[in-house]
């Protein structure tokens, strides 16, 4: 998906079913939401749903966690 959604615009029907599907592969591929939200222009709450809703399972964020010091 190349072009970029209008902010603010509503994405709804065939259309949306069409772009859950293109984020859910590519998100699966690796690319973060982060990545995503930008390349589509839209919020990373709305990427999050879009994953959300399609079922797809969500990495954890990574990086340094805060464990119990032994």
Request: aromatic share 4%.
């Amino acid at each position: 998906m190349a072009e970029t959604l209008k902010k603010g615009t509503r994405v709804t029907g065939a259309e949306r079913d069409k772009l859950a599907t293109d984020l859910k592969q590519r998100y699966e591929a690796g690319e973060s939401i982060r990545a995503l939200a930008a390349a589509t222009g839209r919020s990373y709450g709305f990427i999050h749903r879009i994953l959300t809703e399609s079922g797809v399972n969500l990495r954890g964020r990574g990086g340094a966690t805060r464990g119990k010091k032994s």
